[in-house]
């Protein structure tokens, strides 16, 4: 696993007060710009206004954002090689090690090609996830990401051999009814609200994409669980090494095949030529492009920063405190500033039940992490927690509740 079994460091307190505060701004700031980005318009390349809705776009954005944390890492070990150079006899030893290592590069070059396995998966999930939330509020999208946890669980088993506790099966199932339920809601609110911007069919279909890219998003947890215990990289390496992989699959593979591919964007799948028109003719789009860029490789770093730091607690709340902020936002921007907005929130009928299944969603994740236990049941003996459980970086950034500890 990646760096192998981490336990946890005395970070001190204003440190990590510092790098929650930053995921909770930029793991919100992330979700809402990638909405907003897909609801503003711009003239095209045929000289007609139209919807910026470029799902690989988004998803190129989130591959760079990931691959500036490792130009970032890079930079920074530069600095400090120049700020404060090595004495001549420590830089001799360096240089005779370095000659010696040829063994020790060929199996790095390894470590790094097998980054690019889960790369795959990050890519089509967020590709997905981008498809889905074009379709559906920013709140719902935000709480069917927690599906992540129920495929990881399930996959864990088939793949890894993991064997669950009562108390994870319970805690599964209530996610289950959990999204379930926010989904029904969604379906219902969008039948029930005039305002609302998306039909009944739409939103199923964003939903669908978006629980797709959650169980891809579950195939990238595993494979890194499973493929990558021997990559000892630095997490901020792995998660730079993955976007740079992403970038370039996305570059050589992706956008060849959606210009070739028909589809509704002028002739292609996806037109990589009107999205640079449309981003030239709009600032609006350009500036929460580039903010998006800043705040999700903000929220990287953070996120790498803050893993060793953080308990299961931690995670539930800071996840749990995104998506009432965003839902928050949401509410906030159709009742004051604009009802016709499309990254708006209308408080209707089917609201209540929503945040229903949010706390039953929120209950399970709880139950499942052994943050609640219930009586009765019979939970494995209290160690230390085991941070090799978040080795995989995706289950980190994401917020993601570790795997089920072997039974």
């Not at 009814?177 to 939103?203: E, Y």
């Not at 990254?343 to 039953?360: C, P, R, T």
Request: with cysteine; aromatic share 10%; charged share 15%.
């Amino acid at each position: 696993m990646a760096g192998g079994a981490r336990r946890k460091t005395k970070t001190p307190l204003w440190l990590v007060c510092l790098y929650v505060g930053a995921m909770l701004a930029t793991g919100t700031i992330n979700t809402l710009t990638t909405k907003i980005q897909f609801t503003l318009k711009s003239v095209g390349i045929d000289g007609e206004t139209e919807t910026f809705q470029k799902p690989w776009f988004g998803t190129f954005n989130m591959l760079f954002a990931m691959s500036l944390v490792l130009v970032c890492q890079r930079l920074a070990v530069g600095c400090a090689r120049i700020c404060f150079p090595a004495p001549p006899k420590a830089m001799a030893e360096a240089a005779l090690l370095e000659g010696a290592s040829a063994e020790g590069q060929s199996s790095r070059r390894r470590k790094i090609l097998l980054v690019a396995i889960p790369a795959v998966s990050d890519l089509l999930a967020t590709a997905f996830a981008c498809i889905g939330i074009m379709y559906i509020p920013a709140s719902v999208w935000q709480m069917l990401r927690g599906a992540t946890l129920i495929f990881a669980a399930i996959f864990s088993i088939m793949f890894l051999g993991r064997k669950m506790y009562g108390f994870n099966w319970l805690g599964l199932l209530l996610c289950v009814i959990g999204i379930s339920v926010v989904g029904i809601a969604s379906i219902n609110g969008s039948n029930d609200d005039a305002s609302s911007v998306q039909d009944s069919s739409s939103v199923m279909f964003g939903m669908g994409l978006t629980l797709l890219g959650q169980v891809v998003q579950a195939a990238q947890v595993i494979a890194e669980e499973y493929l990558m215990k021997d990559v000892d990289l630095p997490a901020v390496e792995i998660v730079g090494y993955e976007g740079l992989w992403g970038l370039l699959i996305l570059i050589v593979i992706v956008y060849p095949l959606l210009w070739i591919l028909p589809g509704p964007d002028h002739g292609h799948a996806e037109d990589i030529v009107d999205t640079l028109v449309l981003l030239s003719n709009s600032k609006e789009i350009m500036s929460v492009v580039v903010l998006y860029i800043f705040s999700c490789g903000t929220f990287n770093m953070a996120g790498i920063a803050v893993t060793g730091a953080l308990s299961g607690v931690h995670r539930m709340m800071l996840d749990a405190s995104r998506t009432m902020v965003i839902w928050a936002f949401g509410l906030f921007v159709h009742y004051r500033i604009n009802p016709s907005s499309a990254f708006g929130e209308a408080w209707n009928s089917s609201s209540y039940l929503q945040l229903v299944g949010f706390f039953v969603l929120v209950m399970g994740q709880a139950i499942y992490g052994e943050i609640i236990k219930v009586p009765g049941l019979t939970y494995p003996s209290q160690e230390e927690e085991d941070y090799a459980h978040f080795a995989s970086p995706s289950a980190a950034l994401h917020m993601a509740s570790p795997l089920p500890r072997e039974a």
